[in-house]
């Protein structure tokens, strides 16, 4: 079946520090691939996305691009900030009926 | 934004006993509701899917009398876990869709944590 492995945390990381977790997936066909993130007391909202090979997705400074060949889709920012302190999963969708979930990878930025 | 809450965020009940978790959009209407369940340091799992007013669909593996799901309004939904043994102990996580939504398009819960003792 469809199955997500992601980097296990946690990480911490000092402010403006280079951020990269580590995303694989198995599926059939062709998946969708999102990274959600879950900030402390909040529900998952979604982060970015990426619908089909060589696609990047970005949102508040977060890259991360859809790699089919290596079945990968790492997370990146360049710079974090305390802010970017969370839960975040990676995701993917093969058929539009359900996600499936990775583990979860907990950040923590110190000032 | 949308706005999904779950009540309790924490429950402790005894080994034997049911627990209602109840789920509601608050400033939108949920045609579609999903229940995941999440143990620690691994996935979350979809348990169910349920639209307003039908019977859920429950993922393999689910036991479905165990885990009693009613989508009985476009804002609520509830999970029963009924006769709640150590093992059902759990995050219990619930999501919601708008009508027409993608499947990532989910607003979720802040989930609820079930211990049973």
């Known amino acids: 079946g469809d199955s997500v492995t992601q980097m296990e945390g946690p990480v911490t990381l000092s402010e403006e520090a280079f951020l990269t977790i580590n995303c694989t997936y198995t599926?059939?066909?062709?998946?969708?691939l999102f990274w959600y993130v879950q900030y402390p007391g909040e529900g998952l909202q979604l982060l970015l996305k990426?619908?089909?090979?060589?696609d990047k997705g970005s949102n508040k400074g977060f890259e991360a691009t859809y790699r089919k060949e290596t079945t990968s889709f790492h997370l990146e920012k360049g710079s974090v900030q305390v802010s970017d302190s969370a839960v975040y999963f990676c995701?993917?969708?093969?058929?539009?009926?359900?996600?499936?979930f990775g583990a979860g990878t907990t950040v923590t930025v110190r000032a | 934004g949308a706005v999904v809450s779950q009540h309790p965020s924490w429950v402790i009940c005894k080994s034997g006993t049911s627990v209602k978790i109840e789920c509601r959009s608050l400033?939108?209407?949920?045609?579609?509701m999903f229940w995941y369940r999440q143990f620690p340091k691994q996935s979350l799992m979809l348990m169910a899917t349920?639209?307003?007013?039908?019977?859920?669909?429950?993922e393999q593996g689910v036991e479905k009398d165990k885990f009693l799901i009613n989508h009985a309004s476009l804002t609520l939904s509830t999970l029963t876990v009924t006769s709640a043994h150590p093992e059902d102990s759990s995050f219990y996580i619930c999501?919601?869709?708008?009508?027409?939504?993608?499947?990532?398009?989910?607003?979720f819960g802040p989930g609820t944590r079930l211990t049973v003792t």
């Open positions: 999501s919601a869709t708008l009508a027409g939504g993608r499947i990532y398009e989910q607003y």
């Open positions: 599926a059939t066909g062709y998946p969708s």
């Open positions: 990426a619908t089909k090979a060589d």
């Open positions: 995701a993917l969708s093969a058929d539009d009926y359900k996600l499936s």
């Open positions: 400033d939108f209407q949920a045609t579609t």
């Open positions: 349920s639209n307003e007013g039908s019977k859920a669909t429950y």
